[in-house]
């Protein structure tokens, strides 16, 4: 996970030194969602499984108010 983080960020980010860059990372149960801020626009990697939905809808209301890039890394 942590890889693929580093890697999407190596894509998109052309200078991370001057970016205002969080990465949080949610327990949603079978794993982690890990959600990506950059300059104000948002990532998501993995949401988990529906029955953390609506933890993971709250949470995303609270950080952000659009997803720019959503990526499934597995069905």
């Known amino acids: 996970m942590k890889k693929a983080v580093f890697l999407v960020m190596l894509l998109f980010l052309v200078d991370v ?9 949610l327990d949603v149960g079978q ?3 890990a959600l990506v801020i950059c300059d104000g626009e948002a990532m998501l990697i993995d949401g988990g499984p529906t029955t953390a939905s609506q933890f993971l809808y709250t949470y995303l209301r609270k950080e952000t ?6 990526i499934a890394t597995h069905p």
């Open 65 to 70: 108010d659009s997803l720019s890039v959503l």
């Open 17 to 25: 030194a001057q970016a205002d860059l969080s990465v949080h990372f």
């Open 31 to 33: 794993g982690d969602a």
